[in-house]
């Protein structure tokens, strides 16, 4: 059986003890090590050559919208606090023009297969503002038919209706994801996200009478004022709801980086072991309702697009986490935005001075990225293969691209050895597999390939667990 496939077996002790800090993968290079040398003009060119690839990719759009009307205390995304729905106006002119300038950028025959907008809260922008979106988007790129596209949005439920969602189908949106975290009264009021379960299943159950193709929802543990009792009922209302998806992220407590965290005392926070406990409560009560571990923090129904691609050998990883759209060029569009064009990596500038600036003197906001070197591209791909498929046939890698594996990679295969005595993976006729003791720790058996794990970051990263 692949990998993949097996259930994973949750050990507390042997996931402590590996428990430390690293990237999610969701990107190779990962974003601390872009640079300021990786220009529009490197952009620019980047497209071009993607654009001349005997077989042009497919694009997906990521749109990011920065605005919330309050802070949620655990964010660590980009976003700008206001409740003045007018500062959306002067962003949105400016969305519009990156738009225009960019779409050109690329042969109109390349089909928008994916769209996603994320935030920050997306449904910050009313009705009739998203539709200006929509409308240029379809007059600048090529959209793809209503029945080959997958065009998703996240939406905070405080500030949504039955009407808003039902617009959103009519706007073509067909895949909805809903913030929730924790239903504990206690756990929101410690992170200042208070929402009822009434209006998560008013949207949710709207999403569903207008057609949505697919509502996946997101939790959280690691929270402050977190409890077993309270996480368990969290996730009983969850399964009630029967979302397609259910994303479980581990907090990440880093105040120095992220200021509203500051607000949190860290007191509040559950210890390690009950940590680990909620997770553990969370893929027990998971698996048991018949939801399938993709891997990560992401599990699904067993019908769900992301497990028959997974069983088919064609799921990927993005910054959205897993996708079965992997095989697209990814056009980040907005303040922060990250894009991946061909073997490059691109971010616009972070704050909105800085996105506005370079708009309105009629350049593309991109202020940093990467292009791939030849090894780059080898690591990335080994990585994702273990991140999405739990295995890498090493012969068929060293075949594929010319070169000796064990030669190539001596220093991955030296760090996965005390990783196969301790049963998280096995190497058995040149197949590198994880095995269920390892699904939990992916991102261990990852950072053996990673060439960068040694060198300065700008940022720190989260726990594996």
């Known amino acids: ?18 428990d430390v800090d690293g990237p999610r993968y969701t ?22 050559a993607s654009n001349e690839e005997p077989i042009p990719r497919d694009l997906s759009l990521y749109l990011h919208v920065p605005f919330c009307a ?20 002067a962003y949105l002119g400016h969305l519009c023009r990156e738009i225009a300038l960019t779409a050109p950028l690329f042969d109109r025959d390349r089909r928008v297969r994916q769209l996603h907008l994320g935030g920050g809260t997306p449904n910050f922008l009313d009705l009739p503002r998203l539709r200006v979106l929509m409308t240029n988007l379809a007059r600048h790129f090529t959209l793809a038919g209503e029945g080959g596209r997958e065009f998703g949005i996240e939406l905070d439920p405080r ?17 909805l994801s809903v913030g929730i975290q924790d239903f504990d009264p206690a756990v929101q009021r410690a992170v200042n996200r208070e929402q009822s379960v009434g209006e998560t299943y008013a949207v949710i159950d709207a999403a569903r009478d207008a057609g949505f193709a697919s509502v996946s929802v997101d939790l959280i543990y690691g929270l402050p004022k977190q409890s077993p009792v309270g996480f368990g009922r969290t996730l009983s209302a969850v399964l009630a709801l029967t979302p397609d998806r259910i994303a479980v992220y581990g907090y990440a407590h880093l105040p120095a980086m992220f200021k509203a965290q500051r607000q949190i005392h860290a007191a509040d926070l559950p210890d390690a072991a009950t940590r680990l ?26 019908d769900d697009e992301l497990v028959r691609a997974q069983r088919a050998g064609r799921l990927q990883r993005n910054f959205q986490g897993y996708s079965t759209h992997g095989d697209t060029d990814i056009v980040g569009l907005g303040a922060s935005a990250i894009g991946r064009i061909g073997d490059s990596y691109s971010q616009n500038a972070r704050d909105l001075p800085a996105y506005y600036a370079a708009l309105d003197a009629g350049r593309l906001p991109v202020t940093r990225g990467r292009r791939l070197s030849e090894d780059d591209l080898l690591r990335r791909e080994a990585i994702g293969q273990l991140m ?9 890698f060293g075949r594929r691209h010319g070169l000796i594996f064990a030669c190539h990679f001596a220093t991955a295969l030296a760090r996965l050895r005390p990783l196969a005595d301790d049963g998280l993976v096995t190497f058995e006729r040149g197949v590198i597999r994880v095995t269920p003791r390892g699904r939990l720790l992916l991102r261990i058996v990852a950072m053996c390939f990673d060439a960068y794990l040694d060198a300065p970051a700008a940022a720190r990263y989260s726990r594996a667990i």
């Not at 059986?1 to 590996?18: G, K, T």
């Not at 309050?70 to 003045?84: A, L």
């Not at 999405?388 to 068929?396: F, S, V, Y």
């Open 1 to 18: 059986m692949n990998a993949a496939f097996a259930a994973p077996e949750f050990d507390p002790a042997l996931v402590a003890r590996y």
């Open 27 to 48: 990107s190779y290079p990962t974003a601390p090590h872009f640079h300021a040398g990786f220009d529009e003009a490197a952009l620019c060119e980047a497209i071009r």
């Open 70 to 89: 309050s802070p949620c205390f655990y964010c660590g995304c980009n976003r700008v606090i206001t409740r003045d729905p007018g500062k959306a106006d």
């Open 159 to 175: 500030y949504a209706d039955g009407d808003y969602v039902r617009g959103l189908a009519g706007l073509g949106f067909n895949r």
């Open 277 to 302: 406990a909620l997770f553990g409560q969370a893929l027990e009560r998971l698996t048991g309702a018949g939801y399938v571990y993709v891997g990560m923090d992401h599990f699904a129904r067993a």
């Open 388 to 396: 999405c498929h739990g295995e890498l046939d090493t012969g068929a």
